[in-house]
């Protein structure tokens, strides 16, 4: 089993929907938890970053953790055909052997 | 300000063969870890080095190796080269040692895009 699972879509919605991207967690040493967005041919970009559970919110995007049942979500409000990518999650322990561990990524499309 | 530089940006190589990848890291970055990512394992972290010493290592074995020079370039290389090798090869810079802080954020290079045959 996986340290991070993240459901693996593919996701399609149409312009302006409220999208939900899930990761699960296993390893509860995981004390900073991230959002990467990655578009085709290019490195993946951080979009949110986090390391307490509840709510983060940046423009139309918020980041959600659960510590409790080692869950995170990220939400994009009003969804844009330019939020078109495969997004990852990430997380890294809080140990000395710190290193970011990725989720394996979903494509998101979004129809305009 | 400059991104993070991979090159080559395309390789193709022959099976046993070796290969050396290149980073430049963000002027001013003093950490570099890379990460291997294919369709059916993602993104795995391979190492990080910091002032020219590597800080960390995933579990990949000792065919993957990597040093860091004097003004925080990066090399990897792979030896003995296999089929399963063939992936994205991406590196990271960031301001200091990988923490999780926002201050430590991993800026990624497009990658090196190695098919080995």
């Known amino acids: 089993q996986k340290e991070v699972e993240q459901d693996p879509g593919p996701l399609s919605v149409p312009e302006g929907a409220i999208v939900s991207l899930n990761c699960t967690y296993s390893?509860?040493?995981?004390?900073?938890f991230m959002w990467y967005r990655q578009y085709s041919r290019k490195g993946p970009e951080l979009l949110m970053y986090?390391?307490?559970?509840g709510n983060k919110e940046d423009g139309r995007f918020t980041a959600q953790v659960d510590k409790s049942s080692k869950y995170i979500s990220l939400f994009i409000r009003d969804s844009q055909p330019s939020d078109s990518a495969t997004y990852l999650c990430?997380?890294?322990?809080?140990?000395?052997?710190?290193?970011?561990?990725f989720g394996s990524g979903t494509q998101l499309t979004v129809l305009p | 300000k400059a991104g993070v530089t991979q090159t080559p940006r395309y390789l193709i190589k022959t099976r046993g063969q070796q290969v050396t990848l290149s980073c430049s890291p963000i002027?001013?970055?003093?950490?570099v870890s890379w990460y291997q990512q294919t369709p059916g394992q993602g993104l795995q972290f391979l190492f990080e080095?910091?002032?020219?010493?590597?800080?960390n290592k995933g579990n990949f074995p000792g065919r993957f190796s990597g040093r860091q020079f004097s003004n925080s370039r990066s090399e990897m290389n792979v030896s003995t080269l296999e089929l399963g090798d063939s992936a994205l090869y991406l590196c990271?810079?960031?301001?200091?040692?990988?923490?999780?802080?926002?201050?430590?954020?991993?800026?990624f290079g497009q990658g090196t895009r190695l098919t080995v045959v």
């Open positions: 990430a997380m890294i322990t809080s140990g000395s052997a710190r290193q970011l561990t």
């Open positions: 002027s001013g970055h003093r950490s």
């Open positions: 986090t390391y307490s559970s």
């Open positions: 990271a810079s960031s301001l200091a040692f990988l923490t999780g802080g926002r201050d430590t954020e991993a800026f």
């Open positions: 080095y910091f002032s020219e010493t590597q800080r």
């Open positions: 390893n509860s040493a995981f004390q900073y």
